[in-house]
């Protein structure tokens, strides 16, 4: 992925300033090699399989009531027949937490205009063109898309990039390592720190004996960290942008508990060593409630009003988190009680959360056999009297 964006009326030394003369690391990250971080993949994979296997429902509000509504094909199966909505979480969810960016093509619409079906498409093959301070296209492979063809979500933003940062390159500048965000945006999308690239000119062919003078320039001032001046018709497209961030803590020599900040995950949950901690079966629940609130819950709002939009309003889409929060059955029964003598729920209600069907009268008459006609379950409606069905 890349990023070229110009500000008017500064010279190049001007807009981004002069960085030392150095290389990030000493070895090429490849697609593959940027997982054999055990840490790195165990954050990523968890965020992933925790994001990916919420429910989503689909709301509306009627009479200030929250009411479910059917859910479009998008919804269900966003990736067409063969990819369904759980599938294209992850790899969506992994590509997020990875690059801070995940983008797919729009290859269907329904009746209103919005999204049918996004074919999800690798980071590394997309390039961002940006002009005039919006995007004006995207390459994908080598074909060119409008902005409006193409989905793109994406987290860890910045104020002046129009694409999203992966939490290490977030990191590496919120840290200090740079002075300016625009020699951030320079370092990490345009220069020769990691090896391979693709440099190309959008608006004529170039033949074989100026392609090697072109080349020869590039590098020769991408070498000592210089800045390479070209027309506004050139893209600068990083092959493996989204690897940088492994070299990066390669040649910080950071450990799993720095890693695990890194990517917002509790070091315990992948097994890092933490000093003075132990997590019991007891306090399970409230470490799920914790890794909830302080480190998915902006994750999962950001993708709540991502699929929103692709419904329209006033309609919303919820990820419930409740799949997360799974209690032991003795600390759920005593949940469910409490809420059941206190009002907020209705015994049918509970059995319909416990996947059981209400209550027959062969049940009914068995329980004022053993117990009285005091203590009898009161069946409730399935809808409330003046309620509203879905």
């Not at 960085?19 to 940027?34: E, F, L, S």
């Not at 993949?41 to 399989?49: E, G, K, Q």
């Not at 690059?99 to 290859?107: D, L, P």
């Not at 999962?300 to 309609?315: C, G, Q, V, Y």
């Amino acid at each position: 992925m890349s990023l070229f964006s110009r500000r008017s009326g500064q010279s190049a030394d001007q807009a981004f300033p002069a960085r030392p003369v150095q290389r990030t690391g000493g070895t090429v990250v490849t697609p593959d090699t940027a997982l054999r971080n055990s840490a790195v993949w165990a954050c990523l994979r968890l965020r992933a399989n925790l994001v990916s296997t919420m429910p989503v429902d689909l709301y509306r509000r009627v009479g200030g009531i929250q009411v479910e509504v059917p859910k479009p094909p998008v919804l269900t199966n966003p990736g067409g027949a063969a990819v369904d909505l759980p599938e294209w979480l992850y790899s969506s969810q992994f590509d997020l937490d990875r690059s801070g960016n995940c983008f797919g093509i729009i290859t269907a619409r329904d009746g209103l205009g919005f999204p049918a079906a996004i074919e999800l498409v690798p980071v590394s093959d997309v390039t961002v063109r940006v002009r005039k301070g919006v995007i004006a296209k995207y390459l994908i492979g080598s074909e060119t898309y409008d902005p409006e063809l193409v989905w793109h979500e994406r987290q860890y933003t910045m104020s002046g990039l129009h694409v999203g940062l992966s939490p290490v390159a977030f990191a590496a500048w919120s840290i200090g390592e740079y002075l300016s965000i625009q020699q951030f945006a320079l370092d990490w999308f345009g220069n020769g720190a990691v090896p391979s690239a693709h440099l190309k000119n959008t608006a004529k062919t170039i033949d074989p004996d100026a392609s090697e003078e072109i080349k020869r320039r590039f590098k020769a001032a991408t070498s000592n960290g210089d800045v390479f001046v070209t027309g506004q018709d050139w893209d600068y497209k990083m092959i493996q942008a989204e690897n940088a961030g492994a070299d990066w803590i390669a040649a910080k020599q950071y450990g799993t508990s720095d890693i695990a900040r890194f990517f917002d995950v509790p070091g315990d949950l992948i097994d890092a060593a933490v000093a003075g901690s132990s997590i019991t079966y007891a306090n399970m629940t409230q470490r799920n409630l914790q890794l909830l609130i302080m480190h998915l819950g902006p994750a999962i709002i950001r993708r709540e009003n991502a699929l929103s939009r692709l419904t329209s309003r006033p309609r919303f889409v919820k990820l419930n988190t409740n799949a997360l929060l799974r209690m032991d059955p003795q600390a759920r029964a005593a949940m469910l009680r409490t809420q059941i003598e206190s009002r907020q729920l209705a015994p049918s209600e509970a059995r319909a959360l416990e996947d059981r069907e209400p209550f027959t009268q062969e049940q009914l008459a068995e329980f004022d056999r053993l117990f009285g006609k005091g203590a009898t379950p009161v069946p409730q409606p399935a809808t409330p009297a003046g309620g509203v069905t879905p």
